[in-house]
């Protein structure tokens, strides 16, 4: 690891210690002895780059796996919380439909004498309903219905008619006269009186 460190150091050091010695040392020597290190530089400083970049690249795929269960275990949570949610929605529909079928049931062994719904105008709630919404009076009230029999009921009563707009009609006192009367045929038949002078008798004719 300190090699890898301190590879451009040691190249160096060598190159000094060649160039102190080049008195001594071929000048032909000391150029290829000065290139192989400068190559042995290169390849060190490729081979430790290629290293960084296969660290970087193993960190950043490391923290994409984990961003990716992460995400995946999200998911999964919201997938089960949703699932129980709706698990819960279903168990509470169905406790309350059993407790209204139960209700209903009991309204049906123990009737009430008289049930008298408020938002139905006083209408009575007729046994044997349908479901057991009906059977506790939740049903829609007919306005159509009423609506429509008013109209008939108006339909056929006869039209009202105002008293004071009604007078008796006039009478003219002149124009009545007493009937005629016959006298004749009231007064009795006349009586034919026969005084006879000579024997004094008085006889009556018809």
């Not at 009991?106 to 719904?117: H, Y």
């Not at 008293?163 to 006349?190: F, G, M, Q, T, Y």
Request: aromatic residues 2%.
């Amino acid at each position: 690891m300190l090699k890898r460190r301190f590879a451009g150091t040691i190249v160096k050091a060598q190159q000094k210690a060649l160039l102190d010695h080049g008195q001594q040392i071929d000048p032909a020597k000391l150029q290829l002895e000065k290139e192989r290190l400068e190559k042995r530089q290169q390849e060190e400083k490729e081979r430790i780059e290629a290293q960084v970049k296969a660290a970087e690249a193993a960190a950043q795929f490391k923290l994409d796996e984990e961003l990716r269960k992460k995400r995946e275990r999200e998911r999964e949570a919201a997938r089960l919380a949703l699932h129980m949610m709706k698990k819960t929605v279903d168990i509470d529909n169905s406790d309350f439909l059993k407790d209204l079928e139960n209700i209903s049931k009991k309204w049906e062994l123990n009737p009430p004498a008289k049930l008298i719904v408020d938002f139905v105008d006083g209408m009575e709630l007729p046994p044997g309903l349908g479901s057991p919404l009906e059977r506790l009076g939740l049903f829609m009230k007919r306005d159509i219905e009423e609506e429509v029999e008013d109209e008939m009921e108006d339909s056929v009563s006869p039209p009202s008619v105002d008293v004071d707009s009604v007078s008796p009609p006039s009478v003219d006192a002149h124009s009545i006269s007493p009937p005629s009367v016959d006298v004749n045929s009231i007064l009795p038949p006349a009586v034919d009186m026969d005084i006879d002078g000579e024997e004094g008798e008085i006889g009556c004719c018809g």
